[in-house]
């Protein structure tokens, strides 16, 4: 069932038809050019975008395969599948409702589906400069926080551990990438990433406190291609 839910999403999602429609445009090009096959590995830090919201400035990880598509005059395609996983501090004492404070960090696994365009504005026979750009769209398959009780409740209640999807998180949002990259020996990758979201992950709270975070960040990369 949350399968099928998370597909409803997607399809609602008015940031997916142009993600979708560059990876079926994508496919035909395989014949234009050589496809490098690579192994991509980031540490990412994140910035929760948003006034007001619980959270601070956290960090993860981006594991997954790219398949880099060569086009005439040093222009490629670039899309990839990854796994992510992003851990954001929740900030001292915030409260989550009358019974429970905010405890430790937002856990989010999350499948991330980039394709880039690029070009290589310096190559020769060691290695290679290259600039790349393009949109990004994240499934998230689970969020997760603890909670601490608020001792100030008027009754006792214990810790407890919730699935942010429950409370306003999205099971699909999106963006745009930009990177700065260079390929040492033809194999050896080292990047520089930002993305910029595009949609929210999460909105929560009643008309006069309305929460919307965005999740935008900064990766340092590094890949081999095969």
Not at 6 to 15: A, D, G, P, V
Not at 45 to 65: C, D, E, I, Q, R
Not at 86 to 101: A, C
Not at 144 to 156: I, S
Request: hydrophobic residues 40%; aromatic residues 16%; contains cysteine.
């Amino acid at each position: 069932m949350r399968i099928v839910f998370i597909m409803t999403m997607i399809m609602k999602s008015k940031f997916v038809f142009p993600a979708i429609a560059l990876l079926l445009c994508m496919l035909p090009l395989s014949a234009m050019g050589q496809v490098q096959y690579g192994i991509q590995l980031s540490y990412d830090v994140s910035f929760p975008m948003s006034s007001n919201n619980p959270y601070k400035t956290g960090s993860g990880f981006t594991l997954g395969g790219v398949a880099e598509i060569s086009l005439p005059k040093r222009f490629f395609v670039e899309p990839g599948v990854m796994f992510t996983f992003r851990s954001m501090p929740s900030k001292n004492l915030v409260s989550f409702d009358d019974e429970y404070f905010y405890e430790g960090a937002a856990k989010i696994y999350t499948i991330h589906v980039p394709v880039r365009f690029g070009y290589r504005f310096y190559e020769s026979e060691l290695w290679s400069v290259a600039v790349s750009t393009g949109p990004y769209l994240n499934v998230n398959v689970a969020a997760q926080q603890k909670l601490e009780p608020n001792f100030g409740a008027p009754e006792r209640v214990p810790d407890k551990k919730i699935s942010l999807f429950d409370h306003g998180w999205k099971h699909v949002d999106g963006g745009w990438n930009i990177r700065l990259s260079t390929t040492f020996a033809g194999s050896y990758f080292v990047g520089i990433d930002g993305d910029v979201s595009f949609t929210p992950l999460a909105e929560f709270g009643n008309r006069d406190k309305k929460i919307r975070i965005h999740r935008s960040s900064v990766s340092v990369v590094l890949g081999y291609y095969f």
